[in-house]
């Protein structure tokens, strides 16, 4: 599962655009007063105007670019530290990384994620085309076991690193939807997770297909569309 083009919303989009723009570097591929869009390695992330509650996704970096990583980025934001303080996490856990997480203008939890078990590899300093592409997506339900099935059963995502009630990814290492449900807090600061509106663009193969809330009927209920 490739994770093509996420679309989520922020209510100021100046603020927005110059984050992403400026102070992370990440190239402008579309630009409109009602949204843009910036070029994160082979995926995109684009943002139109509106006030919604906070989205988590992740980019992968390279694994041999970790420590560098950690020294650009918190010289450019805060970095989210856990309750112990910490603030760079890993190499452990069923994915095998080193995650480094922060907040944009909008309040969505952004986390540049490290996966020791890919050959991403590069020499260097860190820069922004070490960006390499959107790799998760958090999902937020009302019943995780429910949306799994529906997801494997109806598109084909299976859970990779096993099924829980409470955090359960599917795709696989190279794109997944993180499925928890609401009202989990998003780590490392807690922040319970809310439904969000969202427009996600994914491959599966050969395929392609875009998702938002008002495809998957275990979201209707509470979908923001």
């Keep these: 599962m490739h994770l093509e083009h996420l679309t989520l919303h922020a209510p100021d989009l100046s603020a927005q655009r110059a984050f992403y723009a400026l102070t992370l570097g990440l190239p402008i591929c579309h630009d409109t007063p009602e949204a843009f869009t910036v070029q994160v390695g082979r995926s995109r992330l ?42 760079r996490f890993g190499p452990d856990g069923a994915f095998h990384s080193s995650n480094l997480y922060f907040r944009d203008p909008a309040g969505h939890i952004a986390e540049f994620i490290a996966r020791h078990d890919l050959p991403f590899d590069h020499a260097g300093p860190f820069r922004p085309q070490h960006a390499l592409h959107l790799s998760e997506f ?9 949306a799994v099935d529906w997801l494997e059963t109806r598109l ?54 875009s998702l938002i809330p008002a495809d998957l009927p275990f979201l209707r209920p509470q979908v923001l569309a």
């Design 46 to 87: 684009s943002f139109r105007q509106g006030d919604t509650p906070a989205a988590h996704f992740a980019v992968d970096i390279p694994r041999t670019l970790v420590t560098q990583a950690h020294a650009w980025l918190e010289a450019r934001v805060p970095l989210l530290a856990d309750p112990a303080g910490r603030v």
């Design 138 to 146: 958090g999902l937020v339900v009302p019943d995780v076991a429910g």
């Design 156 to 209: 084909g995502l299976r859970a990779w690193v096993g099924r829980s009630p409470t955090f359960t990814p599917v795709g696989g290492a190279d794109g997944s939807l993180i499925v928890v449900p609401r009202g989990r807090g998003w780590f490392p600061i807690g922040l319970p997770g809310q439904p969000v509106p969202f427009r996600l663009t994914y491959r599966q193969g050969q395929a392609e297909r």
